[in-house]
């Protein structure tokens, strides 16, 4: 039976500076190692929560919520440190999110964001913070020979923390390593703070490193040859196995068996598959339902001024089509809870028209929505091509409205600050710009080994 332990740091491929691990394959090779839970701890983000959240559960390990945040120093001369921190609750996790959030919409410092220390003492409940070892601001300070300094900021951070604050330490071979290994436990002892083991993962498998060192290369600008490139990792921050880091720290057990207590303490239940759309704001004296009804309605009777002529005999047959299938529509949309949705769409389809910005016609199912012609969403009338509603929507299926809409390159750009401040705030537009520029990726990795431009693009 494998010893026990449980990696709390680990930076997958979704740390896009400095991480490679692949979340399926992590999660396989964690089940078969017979690791009771994991963590993954992405820098300054949780883009590959949901993915994680699924496999790891799937493999039959329980999942730790985490992620490396970044501290502001109290002194602008000071370089900002890292701190780590879990999810002990639901709570805790989304004050997680909202930490997140908040550094890359307020605290955002020469391209990195920065969590103000009020912030984090704001946002603590639920949470269990490790002091990112060497790195983290203990770290350094008892390295500089800091004692006192040190001290102070361990109780600072303790009561933060209560109960949930533990001085994290590394054995991968790095310069100081050792060193702060014993003055941290000193330090433990003197302030009774437990202690925390981890790997600082980086990469699954040791033969990995080269690759992982491309990967920072490309983030950093620099190529593997470069004298000044600053080596900040090693070839022992893989997915080593629980008897590995067990015989690692068998001087300091009780490193290992704080990995098995915060496992423990870190519960959290995220809520997939259901829907949370983002709060239209209605004018007062009507529900979102009755406020979505009227602006289509007055929408449709703008729309019919220039389909219909009221001097032709059918008008009143014709007239009563239109308005009959939009009440079908909006009882629909109301019924299945989406009402919200087709206001936010909207509103952003008709500020890109504001500022001159070509917008599509619409495509797809949505193009058989009355609705969406009436709220000027789509440009094509499906009474006219007799396009099927139920093709978009249908109660018998229930799932989001999918609306295919076409830009000019600028609005999408544009959208994602107007439509959702927060997921841009958050590196969304990193995490796309590094996943989809496939062809730059080779580039750039031939620019990092020394080799020509020439045999990147042939």
Not at 213 to 226: Q, W
Not at 376 to 382: A, C, F, L, Q
């Amino acid at each position: 039976m494998s010893q026990p332990f449980v990696h709390l740091r680990i930076h997958s491929e979704y740390s896009v500076s400095d991480g490679i691990v692949r979340i399926k394959p992590l999660a396989s090779e964690a089940a078969s190692m017979g690791m009771p839970a994991l963590a993954i701890t992405d820098n300054n983000n949780m883009y590959a929560l949901v993915k994680f959240y699924n496999a790891v559960n799937a493999a039959g390990v329980k999942p730790i919520v985490g992620c490396d945040v970044w501290v502001r120093a109290e002194s602008e001369d000071e370089a900002p440190t890292p701190l780590v921190l879990l999810a002990k609750t639901t709570q805790g996790y989304r004050n997680l999110t909202e930490l997140l959030s908040r550094g890359y919409q307020e605290g955002q410092h020469l391209g990195k964001a920065l969590l103000q220390r009020q912030w984090i003492e704001e946002k603590a409940e639920g949470l269990i913070a490790l002091s990112a070892g060497s790195e983290g601001e203990i770290g350094r300070a008892l390295l500089a020979g800091k004692q006192a300094l040190a001290q102070d900021l361990a109780l600072y951070w303790m009561s933060v923390f209560k109960d949930s604050f533990y001085l994290e330490l590394h054995r991968t071979g790095r310069t100081g390593e050792e060193e702060h290994v014993h003055k941290a436990v000193d330090l433990a002892l003197s302030i009774d703070c437990p202690v925390v083991a981890t790997n600082d993962v980086r990469f699954q498998n040791q033969d990995e490193f080269e690759a992982h060192e491309v990967r920072v290369c490309i983030h950093d600008s620099r190529t593997l040859d470069d004298p000044r490139r600053e080596e900040r990792y090693s070839e022992q921050q893989y997915l080593k196995t629980p008897e590995e880091m067990c015989a690692l720290f068998d001087d300091i057990p009780e490193a290992i068996e704080n990995t098995i207590e915060i496992a423990r303490r870190c519960n959290v239940t995220i809520d997939l598959g259901n829907y949370y759309l983002p709060e239209y704001p209605i004018p007062e004296g009507y529900t979102t339902e009755s406020f979505f009804c009227e602006v289509s309605e007055n929408g449709m009777d703008n729309r019919l001024l220039n389909i219909l002529d009221k001097g032709a005999d059918d008008y009143e047959a014709r007239y009563q089509v239109y308005r009959d299938r939009l009440k079908f529509e909006l009882d629909v949309i109301n019924n299945m809870g989406f009402p919200g949705y087709f206001l936010i769409v909207m509103e952003f389809i008709q500020w890109a028209k504001d500022n001159d910005i070509p917008v599509g016609p619409g495509r797809g199912s949505g193009a058989g929505s009355l609705v969406a012609y009436a709220l000027m969403i789509t440009d094509v009338d499906p009474i006219e091509y007799d396009l099927l509603f139920e093709r978009f929507l249908n109660p018998e299926r229930v799932s989001l409205p999918d609306l295919i809409l076409i830009f000019a390159w600028m609005v999408v750009i544009v959208s994602f600050s107007i439509v959702t401040d927060a997921m841009v705030g958050c590196g969304f537009a990193d995490y796309y710009l590094w996943h989809m520029a496939a062809k730059a990726v080779v580039r750039d990795v031939a620019r990092v080994q020394g080799k020509p431009f020439g045999l990147a693009i042939s």
